[in-house]
């Protein structure tokens, strides 16, 4: 075959195309998700990065509407998955996942053992490693040392909701499920570029959810500066995911690289000094280590005991490593939202 997934230590494993016919590099990562495979690819924080599936049957309910997609289109460097199944039966689908990845230019391979494949990115953590089509080989880049927050976020202004009460959301690579929920809590949502001085918005706003999104915390910089702008005015602040981990470098903690990251729908976290332990879904591969002064731990993995939350001692900001917003099934933290707004001391207009 001339279609190959050749990983940076020199493993070589064959597969068969179905994508685009386009080689590419990326850091290897897998996620064990066994449905949403469409919002796993439109979600912004696999931004270039090369997914590995571990469920074996993908492409069984082909792919949906827009209007149900994470964000407007596929964010992913390339798929591996185990069996493709060209033959979708789903009411919602509208086209074939082989169809929409060509019409993304998103390369792709079915390579039998994505077990061994898994198993060897546990054991020696994710890795580069490039897709490589028709004997075309491109030369491996790491996509940790680009500022991926800027590639993926918002380039203008942009707002969801009609009513009186605001609430700003910085767009480090949002998914736009965030914007519903807190929509539905009836509130208006204005979406603005990851670099925005949010203190000099020229209308009034209520909170700040500073979103999820791809790659490195520490080159978010132009975010962790006005997010510490954001915390001197006392503004309260929600975190998510990449959120979590920007929150904590403004408030002086640090974050560090996970051996091979938490990608899936079924991550345990654990409600500090309590033994509730809830149903998450997560996709990350930074978490916080240290947590700032000021604040407290707020969730814990219950897997590797990895942070998963902080929250101030005093103070309405706080963030979530997790997706509150995610309901593959479970809704399990959709309440950390109610928890903000009740903490933040703030009740939309009616």
Not at 59 to 88: F, Q, R
Not at 108 to 113: G, Q, T, Y
Not at 180 to 196: L, N, Q, S
Not at 246 to 275: C, D, E
Request: aromatic content about 10%; hydrophobic content about 40%.
């Amino acid at each position: 075959m001339h279609n190959k997934l050749i990983l940076k230590d020199g493993t070589v494993l064959e597969g068969k195309s179905f994508g685009a016919q386009k080689s590419v590099s990326g850091e290897v990562v897998f996620a064990t998700g066994m449905v949403g495979y469409p919002e796993a690819f439109t979600d912004p924080s696999f931004c270039g990065q090369i997914l590995v599936l571990t469920f074996p049957l993908i492409g069984n309910y082909g792919i949906p509407s827009e209007d149900l997609w994470e964000s407007d289109h596929v964010h992913i460097a390339g798929l591996i998955v185990c069996n493709y199944i060209d033959t979708p039966s789903h009411h919602a689908s509208k086209e074939t996942l082989a169809q929409w990845l060509k019409r993304f230019n998103i390369p792709a391979l079915e390579i039998k053992d994505t077990r061994l494949l898994t198993e060897k990115l546990r054991k020696e953590g994710v890795m580069l490693g490039s897709i490589v089509i028709d004997n075309k080989k491109v030369k491996l880049e790491d996509p940790n040392k680009l500022n991926l927050v800027k590639e993926v976020s918002t380039k203008e202004i942009w707002s969801n909701g009609e009513a009186k009460d605001v609430v700003v959301l910085i767009d480090c690579g949002l998914k736009f499920n965030i914007v519903r929920r807190i929509v539905d809590r009836g509130f208006k949502v204005i979406v603005v570029p990851y670099d925005t001085d949010v203190m000099e918005l020229p209308f009034v706003f209520k909170a700040v959810v500073i979103s999820n999104g791809p790659g490195d915390p520490t080159q978010a910089k132009a975010t962790i500066a006005n997010v510490k702008k954001i915390m001197a005015h006392g503004i309260p602040i929600l975190g998510i995911c990449l959120g979590n981990q920007i929150l904590t470098l403004a408030a002086g903690g640090t974050t560090y690289k996970l051996p091979y990251g938490h990608r899936s729908q079924n991550q345990p976290a654990v409600l500090s000094g309590t033994n509730k332990c809830y149903l998450t879904t997560q996709n990350h591969g930074f978490a916080v280590k240290k947590v700032p002064s000021g604040f407290k731990e707020w969730f814990y993995n219950a897997n590797d005991n990895t942070n998963e939350g902080i929250i101030h001692k005093t103070l309405p900001f706080m963030s979530v490593q997790f997706h509150p917003e995610s309901t593959p099934g479970p809704s399990d933290t959709d309440w950390v939202f109610d928890f903000f707004f009740k903490k933040a001391k703030i009740r939309p207009s009616k």
